[in-house]
């Protein structure tokens, strides 16, 4: 467990840091990034992804707790090789993945600190920590959140059965491809830990303007991964 642990953090760590990292580059004052659009934090998301799996791989590279749950959903013994689904295990996932998240969002603050001072719209600073939806409607946000979700678990779960196991690059691809398609209603968090662990880093960092961190909002981003996920994983069961 201690492992698991340790690889989770730092694989989600990882992946938190590239992905708060181009938003803030897109989005923020005076940053030589600034401007570059949907598609780029669309691939620094997913390359995020690539890194974080190959870091986590002594865990089984879950770094979301939605795969963790549609793991558990789908009927699987192991979370990992050697490593048994469980209440003990589930939550050490669950913590290191909150945990590794966190400490992602801090570490891409630190390389942007100045810009996110000289930074004036309180809505893009948070925006570059978590997801916020373009048209504010929670019960169609949560929607879509599912939906997205299932998309990444069903194909995480079936292509874990197929003759090439492509691996992190095609975990990466997909995700890229789920922000290109799915993610301009909400910004396709698809992972609890991603929103939650950096809507925490937003609250409490020394951010100057930073105005509210939007916890009306922060269920949606975990609750609506975690239908999708279930759903995926109880498919899974029925169809493969």
């Known amino acids: 467990m201690g492992q698991v642990f340790v690889s989770e953090v730092l694989g989600t760590a990882l992946l938190l840091l590239f992905g708060v ?24 998301w997913g390359l995020g992804v690539f890194v974080g799996v190959y870091v ?27 490593v048994a689904v469980g ?3 589930t939550l050490v996932y669950f ?26 719209v309180a809505a893009e600073q948070l925006g570059t920590f978590s997801t916020g939806p373009a048209i504010r409607g929670y019960g169609w946000n949560l929607v ?48 609890p830990a991603r929103d939650l662990g950096p809507r925490i880093a937003h609250a409490v960092l020394p ?9 009306g909002y922060a269920w949606v981003p975990v609750v609506g991964p975690i239908i999708g996920a279930v759903v995926a994983g109880l498919l899974y069961q029925v169809v493969v």
């Not at 993945?97 to 942007?112: D, E, H, I, S, T």
């Not at 599912?146 to 874990?160: D, E, H, K, N, R």
């Open 21 to 44: 990292g181009v938003v803030a580059n897109v989005l923020l004052t005076g940053s030589k990034g600034q401007g570059g659009g949907w598609l780029l934090i669309n691939f620094g």
């Open 56 to 82: 986590a791989f002594r865990s089984g590279a879950h770094l979301n707790p939605a795969v963790t749950v549609g793991l558990l959903a789908s009927g699987a013994d192991e979370y990992a090789p050697g």
């Open 87 to 89: 209440f003990v295990s």
């Open 95 to 120: 913590a290191a993945q909150l945990l590794g998240a966190f400490l992602g969002a801090v570490l891409a603050w630190l390389a942007y600190r100045q810009h996110y001072d000289a930074h004036e």
């Open 144 to 191: 879509t959140e599912a939906v997205g979700t299932f998309a990444l678990l069903y194909w995480i779960l079936v292509s874990g059965n197929t003759p090439s196991q492509l691996g992190p690059l095609a975990v990466a691809l997909v995700v890229v491809g789920i922000g290109a398609s799915l993610g301009g209603p909400t910004g396709y968090a698809i992972n």
């Open 207 to 215: 951010i100057r303007g930073k105005g509210t961190s939007d916890w």
